[in-house]
């Protein structure tokens, strides 16, 4: 089992930044591979950012691709998302999520563990 805790969500102003981090615990995150995603009101939950377990591969969606950036540091445990030049249309719930090592994968299913999520508020 892999327990996942998300922190550094809140409230910015659009062009602003935060991080998220995601803190496992349970197993070393090595062999997963990490993702991001969100969920604003009223909306599915869509792909935000994935990286390989071996943190060499990133993917994004082509919403927030040139403005976030995913990263991970296996020593820690521990997994970033970096959300420069934020937008309005980004604010959502955001989760973490370890699952499948290798591949471009954007969908839900091929994430077997997610944290409980951090609130992204961005206002204009």
């Known amino acids: 089992q892999v327990q996942l805790v998300e922190s550094g969500g809140g409230l910015v102003q659009a062009g602003g930044s935060l991080r998220l981090s995601c803190a496992a615990s349970g197993r070393t995150l090595s062999t997963y591979g990490m993702g991001w995603f969100r969920q604003a009101p009223g909306k599915e939950r869509e792909f935000v950012a994935r990286?390989?377990?071996?943190?060499?591969?990133?993917y994004y969606a082509d919403s927030v691709k040139g403005r976030f950036t995913i990263s991970r540091d296996n020593a820690k445990n521990t997994v970033y998302l970096q959300m420069n030049s934020l937008k309005p249309e980004d604010t959502a719930h955001y989760y973490c999520?370890?699952?499948?090592?290798?591949?471009?994968?954007?969908?839900?299913?091929?994430?077997?563990?997610w944290g409980q999520g951090t609130q992204v508020t961005v206002s204009s």
């Open positions: 990286i390989s377990a071996s943190g060499f591969t990133t």
């Open positions: 999520t370890a699952g499948v090592s290798l591949g471009n994968r954007q969908r839900a299913a091929d994430y077997a563990y």
